[in-house]
T-cell receptor
Framework: AQKVTQAQTEISVVEKEDVTLDCVYE???????LFWYKQPPSGELVFLIRRNSFDEQNEISGRYSWNFQKSTSSFNFTITASQVVDSAVYFC??????????????FGKGTLLTVNP | EPEVTQTPSHQVTQMGQEVILRCVPI?????FYWYRQILGQKVEFLVSFYNNEISEKSEIFDDQFSVERPDGSNFTLKIRSTKLEDSAMYFCASRTSFDYGYTFGSGTRLTVV
């Protein structure tokens, strides 16, 4: 069975602070995908990143960066110099990566990030 | 950029009524999904659909639920007799066979009263 744990239910920061959202996952699969999605107050799911378990390189995209550590089964997400527009719920998700798996996503419970001006 | 379109964005229905949620996946996508998010909770997998049949379903997806791709473009989720606990945001998603990334629709908020 697959499981994603986002231990931080809510985080509140002041604008321009850096913030890290934690994600720990469990899977018996040797190959898998990890995802982060953003859900703003309007409710849609906005794709942020997909990472293959083969690729442990960290990734940076503007103010966003992701730290994938297979040894600790973690895929943490850092926002640098946070802005009010970053306020949202952030979900980490896991998918099997094998034929016939349907690639369904298992989501964590999400972290509500509030960035105050 | 291609989108997954869901209609309606918000639907209110009375308990016991049938409801159909509609989705238009991206045209060259082959795999289709429905997910559900009860307010304030995590997003949960309901069902996946490929080659005109259900490929996997969760425990949530009981006999009250059904899916259909009636005309090659729409992908629908039907709830036969709605219950209060069916109130949730329902997301449709689709993907190609080669790109494992999902495209989600913007969701339908279903309120059962």
């Amino acid at each position: 069975a697959q499981k994603v744990t986002q231990a931080q239910t809510e985080i509140s920061v002041v604008e321009k602070e850096d913030v890290t959202l934690d994600c720990v996952y469990e899977t018996r699969d040797t190959t898998y995908y990890l995802f982060w999605y953003k859900q703003p107050p309007s409710g849609e799911l906005v794709f942020l990143i997909r990472r293959n378990s083969f690729d442990e390189q960290n990734e940076i995209s503007g103010r966003y960066s992701w730290n994938f550590q297979k040894s600790t089964s973690s895929f943490n997400f850092t926002i640098t110099a946070s802005q009010v527009v970053d306020s949202a719920v952030y979900f980490c998700a896991l998918s099997r990566n094998s034929g016939g798996s349907n690639y369904k996503l298992t989501f964590g419970k999400g972290t509500l990030l509030t960035v105050n001006p | 950029e291609p989108e997954v379109t869901q209609t309606p964005s918000h639907q209110v229905t009375q308990m016991g009524q049938e409801v159909i949620l509609r989705c238009v996946p991206i045209s060259n996508h082959l795999y289709f999904y429905w997910y559900r998010q009860i307010l304030g909770q995590k997003v949960e997998f309901l069902v996946s659909f490929y080659n005109n049949e259900i490929s996997e379903k969760s425990e949530i997806f009981d006999d009250q639920f059904s899916v259909e791709r009636p005309d090659g473009s729409n992908f629908t989720l039907k709830i036969r007799s709605t219950k209060l606990e069916d109130s949730a945001m329902y997301f449709c998603a689709s993907r190609t066979s080669f790109d494992y990334g999902y495209t989600f629709g913007s969701g339908t908020r279903l309120t059962v009263v």
